[in-house]
């Protein structure tokens, strides 16, 4: 019972919000675009890098691909656990998984990675001035920072519409609460990696797009994946069926796919456009 007692008490709550559904369910309707983007960041040779809140691989197996020594770090056990399987079954022995903090990476060394890259992950950590610290931490001197962040109110950002009209239905954030949205805004990434020490010219910032593909799902299909295994929409419904406002919720979010899709009348291809972050050390 103590020991039951001492781990309620250490709960991490973002832990909590992404095991609590299983990401993988979402995440195989990106992998084409975590390839593009992996081919975008132009890797000639093979190099070390870290892939923070990696998931279960949507970018860290095309980065292994290349031949680098990939680690992919996430806080959801369920997550590392399918990114080693991922892994295994491709035969990808530079690549491993483990459990690890965004703000605490204090099994990682520094001056560790050429490239540390983070895409939709590690801006969702709640303390944001260490997350930035501990990137700056663990990257090589010429090395480079990536992340991929979505951008607040962005219209034509099916991500950024999604939590947008999820957070409309759940409670208020606790006090102190850092939004994860902050990390697709200027001034507040510029203040984040002032704090860890790297100038304003190092930073660069860039609009691109993530995009939802299947040839055999609809909108529809994908609001209930999104329902049942993501996050902070699986919290929304939560909340919205307490207030009676589910069936709302969902009509909107379908609504939000259906204006999205550019498939036509067959499968669904939703464009997310995304702030891709570049820091130079």
């Given at each position: 019972m103590l020991k039951q007692a001492l781990e309620s008490k250490t709960e991490n709550p973002n832990k909590t919000l992404w095991e609590k559904g299983d990401f993988t369910e979402i995440a195989s309707l990106m992998r084409k675009s975590g390839e593009e983007l992996v081919t975008h960041l132009g890797i000639i040779s093979p190099l070390k890098i870290l892939d923070l809140g990696s998931g279960d691989g949507t970018t860290a197996i095309p980065l292994a691909r290349t031949g680098s020594e990939v680690l992919g770090i996430d806080i959801a056990k369920n997550l590392v656990e399918a990114g080693n399987r991922r892994a295994k079954a491709e035969g990808l022995s530079n690549l491993k998984f483990q459990e690890g903090d965004a703000c605490n990476l204090q099994e990682v060394l520094d001056r560790s990675f050429d490239l540390t890259i983070s895409v939709f992950g590690a801006m969702f950590a709640p303390k944001p001035f260490d997350v930035a610290s501990e990137m700056v931490r663990v990257?090589?001197?010429?090395?480079?920072?990536?992340?991929?962040?979505?951008?607040?109110?962005?219209?034509?950002?099916?991500?950024?519409?999604?939590?947008?009209?999820?957070?409309?239905?759940?409670?208020?954030?606790?006090?102190?609460?850092?939004?994860?949205?902050?990390?697709?805004?200027?001034?507040?990434?510029?203040?984040?990696?002032?704090?860890?020490?790297?100038k304003a010219e190092k930073i660069s910032l860039l609009k691109d797009t993530y995009s939802f593909i299947s040839p055999d799902k609809t909108p529809e299909d994908l609001i209930e994946l999104l329902r049942k295994f993501y996050g902070p929409t699986m919290n929304a419904f939560d909340s919205a069926e307490k207030n009676g406002k589910a069936e709302e919720l969902r009509r909107q979010l379908i609504q939000l796919a259906n204006e999205q899709n550019q498939s036509g009348d067959v499968g669904i291809s939703i464009p997310a456009t995304f702030l891709r972050v570049t820091i130079d050390l």
């Open positions: 990257t090589k001197p010429g090395g480079r920072i990536v992340m991929g962040n979505w951008i607040p109110n962005d219209p034509t950002s099916f991500v950024s519409q999604l939590l947008k009209i999820s957070s409309s239905f759940s409670p208020p954030p606790p006090e102190g609460f850092v939004s994860p949205m902050t990390w697709g805004m200027k001034s507040y990434i510029m203040d984040y990696f002032a704090k860890a020490g790297v």
